[in-house]
């Protein structure tokens, strides 16, 4: 039986299967194994581990994975790549199971049956409401190590008072730890996409503010970066302005962008 080491190059193996990148499922694959290997190191230890990967592909990362270890759900959209995943899955020992299906609406404590970790070099067009998704909703991922643009990644991990600071960072980081581990430029991909790409790895903290706090926070943060020259005596005029301020302890006289994830939290939860 063929072994994982064993395996063609993938560059070879979409030949043989006669495979083309298709837009319209944001396909840029990674045909390098020393960049999913690297991947796989940054999202590990996974020896052991249970993993949801989203977008197979032709499963250059997906290989990474099984060789770190990992007992791998991987959950592809477009059909015309399951033969080709089949001869990975028979090389992986019974540690690697298909899914066809969009990833969005798989439920992910079924597939894993516990605790896993998401690791996936994501379709751009769905990247951040699945990223959404995983942070709010009801299967907590381990630790999440996923591709995004490079634009939306500096978003996620941002700092109070930088450029990028803004409504994804905040609700991000009150959930998690999140931190860009890898940058990538368009040109490792095949076909390249028009920007540069970088992998964030998101650690939840061990709390995760009740439902209601989350839902809170949304508005704030919609409505404090939907006007973000504004002071936030203004832009959350609607949501109760200076007093809502006053009360969660912050100056109404400040802009969103120079306030840090736990003042958010602050309204949220004054709100
Ligand atoms: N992981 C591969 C790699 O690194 O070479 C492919 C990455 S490519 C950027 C994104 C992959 O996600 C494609 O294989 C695409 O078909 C798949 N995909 C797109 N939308 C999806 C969805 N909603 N659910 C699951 N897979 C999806």
Redesign the pocket.
């Known amino acids: 039986m063929t072994q994982l080491l064993d395996l063609p190059p993938?560059r070879d193996s979409l030949t043989e299967h006669g495979l083309l990148?298709?837009k319209s499922?944001?396909?840029?694959?990674?045909?390098d194994l020393n960049i999913?290997r690297k991947i796989a190191r940054l999202a590990g230890p996974l020896d052991g581990q249970t993993v949801i990967?989203?977008?197979?592909?032709?499963?250059?990362?997906?290989r990474a994975l099984l060789e770190a270890g990992a007992k791998v759900i991987a959950?592809?959209?477009?059909p015309r790549?399951l033969p080709l995943l089949e001869e990975l899955a028979q090389a992986a020992d019974g540690r690697l199971t298909l899914v066809q299906?969009?990833?969005?609406?798989?439920d992910e404590a079924a597939l894993a049956g516990g605790p896993g970790h998401v690791v996936?070099?994501?379709?751009?067009?769905?990247g951040t409401p699945?990223l959404i998704k995983w942070l709010t909703g009801p299967w907590r991922p381990i630790s999440m190590s996923l591709?995004f643009q490079k634009e939306v990644a500096d978003r996620i991990a941002a700092p109070v008072n930088d450029d990028a600071y803004g409504r994804l960072g905040v609700i991000c980081q009150a959930l998690c730890s999140a931190k860009v581990v890898m940058d990538l430029p368009a040109r490792a991909?095949?076909p390249p996409?028009k920007v540069a790409s970088a992998v964030v790895r998101l650690d939840p903290l061990p709390e995760r503010p009740p439902e209601a706090e989350i839902a809170a926070l949304e508005k704030i943060t919609a409505a404090a970066f939907g006007q973000r020259r504004k002071m936030l005596r203004s832009s959350l005029k609607l949501l109760g302005g200076e007093a809502l301020c006053l009360k969660a302890g912050i100056d109404p006289n400040v802009r969103a962008e120079t306030v840090p994830v736990e003042g958010f939290l602050r309204l949220a939860r004054a709100l």
């Open positions: 993938l990148a298709d499922f944001g396909q840029h694959f990674l045909l999913t990967e989203v977008g197979p592909g032709p499963g250059g990362l997906t959950v592809e959209k477009d790549f299906g969009d990833a969005l609406k798989v996936a070099n994501l379709p751009y067009n769905v699945l591709m991909f095949t996409p």
